[in-house]
């Protein structure tokens, strides 16, 4: 599975076991008008560790991405 592919998967998890409704995931996407609100995208940063072997706050990020593209890049960057 493409990195691409786990990402949007476990967005999509989340939104769902969150009873949460998602605008269609494009790379424009500001994460924060996405739905997820802060709990979510802390529960998505986790699975994301997990499944990827990267975690953005253990690495030190600086500076949070602004739109989906940006989260997306920022693990294809980083997967192990």
Do not use: C, N, W
Not at 5 to 10: D, E, G, L, N, P
Not at 17 to 37: F, Q
Not at 42 to 64: C, K, T, W
Request: charged share 20%; no cysteine; aromatic share 4%.
């Amino acid at each position: 599975m493409s990195v691409r592919a786990a990402v949007i998967s476990q967005i999509e998890t989340v939104a769902r076991e969150k009873s949460l409704k998602l605008p269609p995931l494009a790379d424009d996407l500001v994460l924060l008008g996405s739905g997820l609100d802060s709990l979510s995208l802390a529960i998505l940063v986790v699975r994301l560790a997990d499944q990827l072997g990267y975690d953005p706050f253990e690495a030190g990020l600086s500076e949070m991405p602004i739109t989906l593209g940006d989260f997306i890049r920022m693990y294809e960057r980083h997967a192990a």
